[in-house]
């Protein structure tokens, strides 16, 4: 079993020697001994600091290839006029180039797992194995978009693909409600149990799907959600921006999580959530970035920021502090979906973000939790370790340059079919 020493690097505000055997931290706060450093991979890690990277709990990562196509209008007529005629021109080879400049991004700002709702899985499934980062993958349902055969096909697809990896799992993610009929929508949910697999969806996500969900069928979408009886502990819900007590009540006592995407849903003027109350409601809370053509990028550090500040205007100053909206965008995203992963501690996968303390935005460093929080940024991360395995090292991706090449050949031929 390979072993890495992470020498002298700062843990909780201590200079410490951390081993990782294998996939998992062996020891975080114990000292080592001449068998721990036996045969391992000794990193100086001096001048550096380890933290918990980020988990990036709904995204559409192929989209990196819209990035700008389509800005400054409302979801549906951005969907409709734009995103989706532009999406119906893309090749599965498309959709592996795109992903690939998606893990790029991620992996460059510190993320090491995403949960990816698109197209031509088996393509983004590829580029994940490769980077060696984690994902959950969705088998995507959207009746509107999809023939009754591709629908079947897609079920298949599950059965047959039920274990795919240490680092790659599948999901069950229906659209929405309103792109998947009530027999699908339970069918899925179905599925899921059964296969033990994540079910997530797009959730009460502008006023107009609020408001067409109690014309159609008189309650809100969470409401409906709980009589189609697919709430519980592996449903994960995305952007849950329209939200009510009733329904966070519900979410809550049902153990379903729910993942926001602020910078997406105030780009798209759907909606600022009510953070505070859905803390309050018991509700598991994580953060996402959604897809980079709404974003208009993969930060998740610029959507943690932006988590906390829109609770502070909102409900005071004091609420969600820097220690609690990172938790929303590691620990809580891991819970989620399953990963036992997201914190610096022994028995834990070995997922770690090595800041330079050197860098600007982390001095003066009176306190490291929040000076990652508020002021720093991408610039700060030195390297990526995934599964006990480094992804980036001193800044730098194998073969980065040539990613970004190819994506912006890509997008551009892209653009010329539309």
């Known amino acids: 079993m390979s072993k890495i020493v992470l020498k002298s690097v700062m843990f ?217 009886t697919v709430l519980g502990g592996n449903f994960v819900a995305a952007h849950c921006v329209h939200m009510n007590d009733e329904d966070m009540t519900l979410m809550a006592d049902s153990s379903s999580a729910a993942i926001l995407n602020p910078c997406s849903n105030l780009k798209l003027s759907s909606g600022i959530p009510k953070i505070p109350k859905m803390l309050e409601s018991g509700m598991l809370v994580g953060i996402g970035t959604d897809g980079a053509s709404s974003n208009n990028n993969l930060d998740m550090h610029e959507e943690m920021k932006l988590t906390s500040l829109l609770t502070k205007v909102s409900s005071g100053a004091e609420k969600l502090p820097a220690e609690e909206v990172l938790k929303m965008a590691t620990s809580n995203v891991a819970i989620a979906y399953g990963v036992p992963a997201g914190v610096i501690a022994e028995g834990f996968l070995a997922d770690a973000l090595l800041v330079d303390l050197k860098n600007e935005r982390l001095n003066p460093c009176h306190n490291l939790v929040s000076n990652w929080v508020y002021s720093a940024d991408s610039s700060s991360i030195h390297s990526v370790i995934c599964n006990g395995k480094f992804v980036m090292k001193n800044r730098h991706v194998d073969g980065e340059e040539d990613i970004v090449r190819e994506a912006e050949t890509c997008a551009k031929s892209i653009a010329s079919r539309c």
């Open 12 to 228: 909780q505000g201590k200079i410490r020697d951390i081993l990782i055997s294998g996939k998992r931290f062996a020891k975080v706060e114990r000292p080592l001994n001449a068998k721990d450093l036996d045969k391992a991979e000794i990193i100086d890690c001096s001048g550096l600091a380890i933290l918990p990277p980020f988990y990036n709990g709904h995204c559409h990562a192929a989209m990196t290839l819209l990035r700008g196509f389509a800005d400054d209008m409302p979801l549906q007529e951005w969907l409709q006029n734009h995103i989706w005629p532009f999406e119906g021109k893309m090749t599965p080879k498309d959709i592996e180039i795109g992903s690939r400049l998606a893990v790029l991004e991620m992996i460059k700002s510190g993320t090491v797992f995403f949960a990816d709702m698109y197209w031509h899985r088996e393509q983004t499934m590829k580029v994940v194995k490769e980077m060696g980062i984690r994902a959950t993958i969705g088998v995507t349902f959207a009746q509107g978009l999809m023939s009754d055969e591709a629908i079947e096909n897609n079920f298949k697809f599950i059965r047959d693909h039920r274990f795919e990896s240490e680092r790659v799992a599948l999901a069950v993610m229906p659209h929405s409600p309103y792109m998947v009929g009530e027999a699908l929508f339970k069918r899925c949910a179905k599925v899921a149990r059964e296969e033990e697999m994540i079910l997530h969806t797009h959730l009460a996500e502008t006023k107009k799907e609020v408001a067409d969900c109690k014309k159609q069928y008189g309650c809100t979408p969470v409401e409906l959600m709980d009589r189609y």
